[in-house]
C-alpha cells in the first residue's frame, strides 16, 4: 500500500511502473509504458502520458489555463471520439518548471471525464471533486484531498 500521506511536497516525479490506458467511446486514447507519476502529499498519483502515446486525433485545444505553484503554467485539451466530446479532460505543461521539465510533451488525463482509465488491467476510480486530476487504484490509501471539505488541507 502507498499512503498518499507519504508523498512529498514539494511533489515528486517518477517513472509509472505500469502499462497506462485511456479510453474514451470505445476507443484507446493512449497506451503507454513510459508514463510518468506526479506524488504529492494528499492526492493520488497524477499520470502523464508521452505525447508520442496519444492519438492526436482525438485531442483539441480547449480555452483556459491554470497554475500550480510547483509545474507552472497548464493548458487544456477537449478529448473528442465522434459526437462525443469530455471538455477540458486532458492538460499540458508546455513549458513547465525546469524541476519539472520531463513533463514537457506529456499529458495527464482526468479518470472521471473518460470511458475507462486503466494502469495494468485495473480499472482506476477518479479522486473525488472537479479541480484535481488523480488516479485511486487499490494499493492507494487515504484520506484523499478533493472532496468535499477537503480543499483547505
Known amino acids: 500500500m502507498e499512503s ?6 514539494p511533489p515528486a516525479l517518477e517513472p509509472c511502473r505500469r502499462r497506462v490506458r ?3 467511446a470505445g476507443r484507446m486514447i493512449a497506451d503507454s509504458r513510459s508514463a510518468l507519476r506526479v506524488l504529492e502529499t494528499s492526492h493520488p498519483p497524477t499520470i502523464y502520458v508521452p505525447r508520442h502515446d496519444v492519438d492526436a486525433a482525438c485531442l483539441v485545444d ?24 469530455a471538455a477540458g479532460a486532458a ?6 518548471d525546469p524541476r519539472y521539465a ?3 510533451d506529456h499529458l ?8 475507462r ?3 495494468d488491467d485495473e480499472v482506476v476510480r477518479a479522486q473525488p471533486g472537479d479541480f484535481y486530476g488523480g488516479w485511486i487504484t487499490d494499493d492507494i490509501a487515504g484520506p484523499i484531498k ?4 477537503t480543499l483547505a488541507w
Open 22 to 24: 485511456v479510453e474514451l
Open 146 to 149: 478533493g472532496g468535499a471539505g
Open 62 to 85: 480547449a480555452a483556459g489555463s491554470s497554475f500550480c505553484e510547483w509545474k507552472g503554467r497548464a493548458r487544456y485539451l477537449d478529448v473528442v471520439v465522434g459526437e462525443t466530446r
Open 108 to 115: 495527464a488525463f482526468y479518470p472521471g471525464r473518460m470511458e
Open 102 to 104: 520531463a513533463l514537457k
Open 91 to 96: 492538460w499540458s505543461y508546455p513549458d513547465p
Open 4 to 9: 498518499v500521506w507519504d508523498y512529498p511536497r
Open 117 to 119: 482509465c486503466r494502469l
